[in-house]
């Protein structure tokens, strides 16, 4: 069974970055649709940013669309979520999913995606 391990969560100031990583084992990652989600406190998950398994096909939600980026390594069975010009409004836990979705489109993963255990974020102001 794939297994993923999100790392690199911590508290910084606004304006900082930091380098989110998500490393699979049992599987090759490269076969799966990978998503970042995050939840904040009393808030519902949401995704962030997903890349598609076939190519370099990527979504972000308006929220971090052009501060966010997701790069998959190919090979090292890792995805990355790099995070520049943070905001309080970032602060969360940050959490990898991967599925196997076969679309030409980008998909987030969904209901039947492999979860990792999460990782803070805290923006201070």
């Known amino acids: 069974q794939l297994k993923l391990v999100e790392s690199g969560g911590d508290l910084v100031q606004s304006g900082e970055s930091l380098r989110l990583s998500c490393a699979a084992s049992?599987?090759?990652?490269?076969?799966?649709?990978v998503g970042w989600f995050r939840q904040a406190p009393g808030k519902e998950r949401e995704a962030i940013a997903c890349?598609?398994?076939?190519?370099?096909?990527?979504y972000y939600a308006d929220s971090v669309n052009g501060r966010f980026t997701i790069v998959r390594e190919r090979g090292k069975d890792t995805v990355y979520l790099q995070m520049d010009s943070l905001k309080p409004d970032d602060t969360a836990a940050y959490y990898c999913?991967?599925?196997?979705?076969?679309?030409?489109?980008?998909?987030?993963?969904?209901?039947?995606?492999?979860w990792g255990q999460g990782t803070q974020v805290t923006v201070s102001s």
């Open positions: 049992g599987f090759p990652l490269d076969y799966y649709t």
């Open positions: 999913s991967a599925e196997l979705i076969y679309s030409d489109n980008v998909v987030c993963p969904g209901a039947s995606a492999y």
């Open positions: 890349i598609h398994s076939a190519g370099g096909k990527t």
